[in-house]
């Protein structure tokens, strides 16, 4: 089975810093891949690179086959740490506005933004301005937008901060109802539990690089812990002694 | 395409979906409205103070020592001429308040070129009417021996000229003939104040909320900018129409009531169009519109969004420097000055408008203006799109020099 994304040596560097160094790995359709990482470790720089905001110093950041371009916004959908949508307009009209930036045709954008709002409840909400809205209303919409089009790539850089525990839950059905459709998932997180539940393989980088990569099972055994989170915390705190793919 | 389709759109309905969009563009003309029915208001309270006036000035007593001043002329006024030995009598009561005023004419007029007025009370209007009741009957009985009323008031008044202009041979139409390209240049500073903003607060609200970093996740920057700059066309188009609208209900109430009066022998149906003057016109709005546009695109891609917009003011005042020099921008057309801002980017739009309408801009210095501006507009836009990709996602810092010019 091809990989949806394939990075293979990719490195990074903005002004004089290298961000990333040497970073390679795989995202398979229908697996759910947790990308770690403490804040400022490389992690946003990453998927800008794959989503072509930024272009990599040295190797590959592909997504089907190629690098991205705008031209395959049909494929993916993306979930920024820091949200971005345009608070002036109505839900409705942000959902459609993004399902039309992925080559849908207006009134296919708007069947497809109605659903998903009364998907997770908000359908009496669709003409109000997202500035109306709260803080969790807009993080549903936000994922609405990554989800418009059913893409094979989803990119989800912590998509559940902020929510109760009923819509986190609320949420990840529907990334599990998308990765059942054969969609790959980077899911980006701070939550380890998130992992746990989620995630089928995962990649722990540390100022750039790669520290631990597998699925769950592996990582955990590799690095002697009965968690993710300990997993984490060893790598950052320099205690563990195992490096690199399990 | 279809996607810079939805890119204008968006942008478009961003803006005119706005309460706060129609709110500033009825706020403008709904002040000229105000302070315009506030003249109407205050010219109909003068009316009626100076209806008083006119009454009260009738118990102004006018004694006359000089020889000077025509009893027959003061009467004619509605004003009582008393003999000089009333005079005492008469400054009395005006002490008392028994009478308004009194105008007096003392013997030494000639030599001393004064006359006296007394006034009852404090009103300054009263009182300057009364001096100038003063002058006039004495102007008046002066001029008498000229002759016929009709001399008397010409010598007053003087003539007005009748102007016949001629250009390249022929007669031309006069003042009339600014009245098309002084619209275009009116256009453009609507345009400069209402509109180019849009392109800075569209780039710089995107980059302030994040929304850039989505944006350019789906769409490449050049249909991005292309599409927030032909958005910004269509607002303006939507404001020019709007104040275009309310401009010709102000011309239609204009032509038929009285409310407001256009210029005598004024036909708007004939009115004279000097292809060239207005082919320039519309060249130097254009051209300038892009130029501005790109301009403030450029400073919105490069600097954060408060600096973009504390530095977006510049844009805002130089191109009205040709107005502070409007008198030699007028007569000295080839002073070095007016030179440097006819040819210099931010002003030339400005400065070739002003000129292009007056009729002191040859076809040589419009055609090189026009094309500096051109130049300067389509290489700012070339910046903009090749720097987008860099500055769009850098919230914090202004671009570097180094990070605009450099290859990746």
Do not use: C
């Amino acid at each position: 089975m091809k990989p949806t994304v394939y990075v293979k040596d990719f490195s990074l560097t903005l002004g004089q810093k290298e961000i990333v160094h040497k970073l390679s790995f795989e995202v398979k359709p229908g697996e759910v891949f947790a990308f770690l990482g403490a804040n400022g470790s490389g992690k946003t720089s990453t998927v800008r690179s794959l989503l072509g905001l930024y272009e990599a110093t040295k190797g590959k950041t592909y997504i089907n086959g190629r690098q991205y371009t705008a031209k395959d916004a049909h494929s993916v959908g993306y979930l920024p740490e820091e949200r971005g949508l345009y608070t002036r307009v109505s839900a409705i009209d942000n959902l459609m506005y993004f399902g039309e930036m992925k080559g849908m045709t207006r009134s296919e954008a708007r069947k497809a933004g109605m659903e998903f709002l009364a998907e997770v409840g908000l359908e009496d909400k669709a003409n109000l301005k997202l500035k109306k809205l709260s803080g969790g209303q807009q993080q549903k919409i936000q994922l609405g937008v990554a989800v418009m089009g059913n893409p094979s790539l989803l990119i989800l850089d912590e998509p559940t901060k902020g929510l109760d525990p009923v819509n986190r839950k609320l949420l990840l059905d529907i990334v599990e109802k998308h990765t059942d459709k054969g969609a790959a998932v980077i899911y980006i997180t701070h939550l380890m539990e998130e992992v746990e539940r989620l995630a089928d393989r995962l990649i722990i980088i540390k100022d750039g690089r790669s520290e631990a990569y597998g699925t769950v099972k592996e990582v955990k055994k590799k690095f002697k812990a009965s968690s993710i989170e300990d997993v984490f915390v060893s790598i950052y705190n320099g205690t563990s002694k195992a490096k690199g793919n399990a | 395409m279809s996607r810079l389709r939805s890119v204008i759109r968006h942008e478009y309905f961003t803006v005119v979906k706005q309460k706060g969009f129609w709110a500033y563009m009825i706020s403008m003309p709904a002040i000229f409205l105000l302070i315009f029915v506030l003249f109407g208001f205050i010219g109909q309270s003068n009316n009626t103070s100076l209806e008083k006036v006119a009454s009260d000035l009738k118990n102004v007593a006018v004694v006359d020592a000089s020889g000077l001043v025509s009893s027959d002329i003061v009467k004619s006024s509605g004003q009582t001429p008393y003999p000089v030995s009333d005079y005492d009598k008469l400054k009395k009561e005006v002490e008392a308040g028994d009478r308004k005023g009194l105008i007096y004419y003392p013997t030494d007029l000639l030599q001393t070129a004064k006359y006296e007025t007394y006034i009852s009370g404090v009103d300054f209007t009263f009182s300057s009417s009364v001096d100038a009741l003063g002058g006039a009957l004495l102007q008046s009985s002066l001029y008498a021996p000229i002759g016929s009323g009709e001399k008397i008031m010409l010598a007053q008044q003087g003539a007005t000229s009748v102007t016949t202009t001629y250009a390249n041979g022929t007669t031309s139409v006069g003042f009339t003939r600014f009245i098309v390209p002084g619209a275009i240049a009116v256009m453009f500073l609507i345009i400069l104040m209402f509109s180019i903003g849009y392109i800075l607060t569209s780039i710089a609200d995107e980059k302030e909320n994040r929304s850039m970093e989505m944006a350019l996740t789906y769409l490449s920057p050049r249909t991005l900018i292309i599409g927030k700059l032909i958005g910004v066309v269509l607002i303006t188009l939507t404001q020019l129409l709007f104040f275009g609208l309310l401009g010709a209900i102000a011309i239609l109430i204009a032509v038929n009531t009285d409310f407001m009066q256009l210029p005598a022998n004024f036909d708007l149906s004939s009115l004279p169009i000097d292809p060239v003057s207005v082919l320039f016109g519309l060249g130097f709005l254009i051209v300038g519109f892009i130029l501005f546009a790109a301009l403030m695109a450029f400073i919105a891609v490069l600097l954060p969004a408060k600096q973009a917009n504390n530095f977006s003011a510049l844009f805002y005042i130089l191109p009205f420097v040709p107005f502070w020099f409007m008198a030699t921008v007028l007569t000295d057309p080839s002073n070095p000055v007016v030179q440097f801002i006819t040819y210099f980017p931010i002003t030339a739009p400005t400065t070739s408008l002003v000129r292009n309408t007056v009729g002191n801009l040859s076809v040589g210095e419009a055609t090189l203006s026009l094309a500096i501006m051109t130049v300067v507009a389509v290489l700012t836009l070339w910046l903009v799109i090749k720097v987008f990709p860099k500055g769009a996602l850098e919230f914090q810092n202004p671009l570097s020099l180094r990070t605009i010019f450099s290859k990746k």
